[in-house]
């Protein structure tokens, strides 16, 4: 269950990208009159095949589901009859080919805007650009940003959410800038601070950046108060009950209840003395927290939750929504910036200030289609919208095999007034597949690698 859990969302976002892309380029195809052959979600051999349409054109479902094509008419292929000759992708003007075959990554440019559109129109639960600094020295402390700090703008442009926040320092860390941040704290203070980006480096492969800058995102102070206590869980077999307040554990104090959660997490199978108070009396119960599994890490658990907050403190999450108008103008921002960001990365990569440590395969993508199903319907949405634009901005890349490769070959046929010879086109497929075999092995260890890393 827990597999399915993860796999049931990767199918169901992998299978819509590949349905939209190919879409893309059927459509396009039938709109310059091109016949199609085949349309097939996956490589290999077909398992489930139909035949539809004036054409009788073949939709497939095939072995392998890592990607999918459409197969046109082509003399290129195979013989084709006179009378349908005029039909031949080959035959096609080479704008008509250009347009066919850029349609594809189009497509997943215009899923990605739809679907930003419906999430910023709609609204969605952020989490609150509020930060807390991750421990003293970096950047953000010596800004003079504190615990609490809400953002509200970096350089005059609004900041609504968390992953706002990330995406404006990103991108301003990439130009060594030097972002002037608006700020209101928890004592409703307005002021500015000015974070020095120059320095720092963009990724090292290990740690996030934003907290190498120094930030994460802020959390109110719970109480260590027990709630929600499991029947036969540790805490309820040791006689604790919801109410009581933690006070100390093995003899140091507990403040917070991260800190407790923590101390806890820290004690598989070891047992714990705890301190609470309980309707003005202090008491004191020993406590064997049970193991359990975490991404592969062994963890303590007592079967507890966290009391609810008192009513009036600073909220963690704020509803963000816009108007439709706005929403598309937005969706369609957020898609160009995540598509020149996603460049900007693969070019530091190829420079080598960016890790390749960063280069997912599908082990990777199936985790967090997975973690973000589990988070709602609203961050599973956001993550499909992120993948299609990778997806586009991957196909368009200047590699022969790929969307781009072809219309590379195109632009070249456009300047040159005449196609390229069969040779130069046969050594450039051969380039392009051995450069994605090599993209695809990254890819693949690094999966790898994080699994057993956990």
């Given amino acids: 269950m827990n597999l399915l859990s993860y796999l049931v969302p990767f199918v169901l976002a992998l299978g819509l990208l590949i349905l939209v892309h190919e879409l893309g380029h059927y459509l396009v195809a039938r709109w310059c009159g091109v016949k199609v052959l085949r349309f097939s979600i996956g490589f290999g051999k077909p398992l489930l095949v139909r035949r539809a349409g004036a054409d009788q054109t073949e939709w497939a479902l095939a072995a392998f589901p890592l990607g999918g094509y459409v197969r046109m008419l082509d ?66 402390a010596a800004a003079g940003l504190r615990d609490g700090d809400l953002v509200t703008a970096i350089d005059g442009d609004p900041v609504r959410s968390w992953q706002e926040l990330r995406w404006e320092l990103l991108r301003r860390a990439l130009d060594g800038a030097r972002p002037v941040l608006d700020v209101r704290t928890l004592e409703e203070v307005r002021t500015t601070r000015t974070l020095d980006l120059s320095g720092i480096a963009i990724d090292d492969g290990n740690e996030d950046l934003i907290a190498r800058i120094g930030l994460r995102p802020w959390r109110p102070e719970i109480p260590p108060v027990l709630a929600r206590l499991l029947a036969d869980g540790p805490a309820a077999r040791a006689g604790l009950r919801e109410g009581d307040r933690v006070v100390a554990i093995d ?4 403040a917070q209840w991260l800190a407790l959660v923590e101390r806890v997490r ?16 202090r008491m004191e119960f020993a406590v064997l927290p049970e193991a359990a599994q975490e991404k592969g890490e062994t963890i303590g658990r007592i079967g507890v939750g966290v009391a609810e907050p008192a009513p009036g403190g600073v909220p963690m999450f704020a509803r963000v929504s816009y108007g439709p108008l706005e929403a598309g103008v937005k969706a369609v921002v957020q898609t160009w910036d995540t598509s020149v960001l996603s460049l900007r990365m693969i070019g530091r990569m190829i420079t080598g200030e960016v890790s390749w440590k960063n280069v997912s395969g599908p082990v990777t993508i ?3 289609a997975g973690q973000t199903a589990k988070l709602g319907l609203d961050h599973y949405l956001k993550f499909v919208a992120l993948i299609s634009i990778s997806l586009g901005v991957l196909n368009l890349l200047p590699i022969p095999v790929l969307d781009g490769g072809h219309l590379m070959y195109y632009t070249a046929e456009i300047i040159k007034g005449g196609p390229l010879p069969e040779r130069v086109m046969e050594l450039g497929q051969r380039i392009g597949l051995a450069l994605l075999i090599i993209l695809m092995t990254f890819a693949f260890y690094n999966d790898i690698n994080r699994l057993i890393s956990g």
Avoid: C, K
């Fill in 266 to 281: 820290e004690a598989p199978g070891r047992e714990l003395r705890f301190e609470v108070m309980r309707e003005g009396a």
């Fill in 251 to 254: 003899g140091e104090p507990v």
């Fill in 75 to 140: 003399e290129r292929e195979a013989p084709v009859a006179p009378a349908e000759v005029h039909r031949a992708f080959n035959q096609q003007s080479v704008y008509r080919r250009f347009a066919i075959v850029a349609a594809g990554p189009i497509a997943n440019f215009l899923l990605a805007i739809a679907l930003y559109w419906g999430l910023f129109a709609a609204g969605t639960e952020e989490l609150q650009p509020r930060v807390a600094l991750v421990q003293p020295p970096s950047i953000a």
């Fill in 366 to 368: 199936a985790d967090y």
